[in-house]
DNA sequence: TCAAAAGTGTTCGGCGTACACCCATGA
DNA sequence: TCATGGGTGTACGCCGAACACTTTTGA
């Protein structure tokens, strides 16, 4: 998932296919990005691996958050026929292990062979049919986005090395729908001694330019376990 | 798990393998309960199948938290001496997707065929021996419990039907191994209106009775969907 | 009468929340 | 000079944390 001004993008490919003789299109969709497991692979380096055909990344955020396996999540009709047009056994039984991952998607290109992949606003997603059961996996995804940001700064994978509050702000107005008062969210901040206040400032804006900060990992991760010591 | 006394405790299944020959034993560790998930079975279905064959009980709680599928994970000698033992392929590859259960011991028998099944607590396991990567899974279902416990009252599903607060309060002790302070914690339950204060009192105890509190599950739905509303 | 657990109130500090105005910049 | 977003302080209510004694019962 990706922010991008003021919504919080998921990556999506295209599911289309044209009837060869009539060229009627039969299906017109969209799906999650996925593949299957090799066989000696790590579920997580498979997602990993998915992830890096798609955007040439490495070292990416990623978390597993679910695994799904209804026995009939490949039937509705639509699903039936691409499986068979990709030479796919239909009536296989697939287990998706599921793993949501956070991208500052500027600069970044996505790509896939042969199919079209789009980033798509997650509020405009449930206008559009996704295949499978993946609409369930994006609701659970959100969810679990939620969940752990609540708990843990993760937002910064979504955000540039240097950013403004106001955009740290915006990044979580986004994910949790919500808006918060400019002072209270800044006066949190500062509580956070993870988060660095830089000399720097924007330029170039036809405002008063925002001061810029950083995320340090260290620190973050050194008072992390500060706080596992005394609750253990 | 379950809650017995002051523990939280887990299931766990003896796994013996004795040379035929010499009459050495070969292994004597501990594993998880488990089983291979049918063809047509749902995921949970698998779960609740394996949790009947255990204990006999339907309709118990039941979360998944975690899929573990390192293609190495079977690869410790003793896990392929077992494997061999057992007629299973030890080059197979075997994902995990792991749920916990929270089942209130009292009254409950645990049996497996040919097998000793044995209630641990889950603060000792950690000096036994445990097969394949199930210490790995049994940390990160504590991990998931707590987490969970933080938000959601499934501490019921440990407690029986009328519960009192001391119980009510040993339970979040046990599981996030911890004290709180009685009078703090008793405010703060106070709070809850779906923990309902009822007219029966402990007898027959050489102290002062303590009163009988029961959890009123479409009260906290309600209030659980009042926030939800609010907070979206 | 003793042991054992139940039950009960107050104080304090910190945190979240509500709320409005001036500042720096480029156009 | 105007439009745009950046940046700041105070007051109040609630909640969590610390803390000690009386009550009821069976043995």
Redo the contacts between chains.
């Keep these: 998932m990706d922010l991008t001004f003021r919504d919080l993008n998921v990556i999506l490919v295209q599911r289309e296919l044209t009837d060869p003789i009539s060229g009627e299109k039969l299906i017109n969709d969209l799906t999650l990005a996925g593949n299957h497991?090799y066989?000696?692979?790590?579920?997580d380096a498979a997602a990993r691996r998915v992830l890096f055909d798609l955007t040439g990344l490495h070292d990416i955020f990623l978390e597993?958050f679910?695994?799904?396996?209804?026995?009939d999540r490949l039937s509705k009709p639509m699903d039936q026929l691409w499986l068979k047009s990709i030479n796919k056994n239909p009536s296989e039984?697939v287990?998706s292990?599921c793993y949501y991952s956070l991208i500052n998607s500027i600069n970044i290109t996505i790509t896939k062979k042969d199919r079209v992949v789009l980033w798509v606003p997650v509020q405009d997603v449930k206008n559009q049919e996704l295949a499978f059961d993946h609409a369930k996996i994006l609701e659970n995804a959100l969810l679990a986005l939620r969940n752990k940001l609540k708990h843990e700064p993760i937002s910064f994978e979504l955000l540039p090395e240097k950013f403004t509050l106001s955009q740290l702000q915006r990044l979580y107005e986004v994910v949790?729908?919500?808006e918060y008062d400019k002072r209270n969210f800044r006066k949190k901040i500062n509580k956070m001694n993870y988060i660095i206040k830089l000399e720097e400032k924007q330029v170039g804006v036809s405002h008063k330019p925002a001061t810029y900060f950083s995320f340090d990992r260290n620190i973050y991760e050194a008072c992390k376990s500060e706080i596992l010591n005394f609750?253990?």
């Design positions: 497991v066989m000696d692979e790590q579920l597993q679910y695994t799904t396996g209804d026995p039984r287990v292990v949790f729908n919500t609750s253990s």
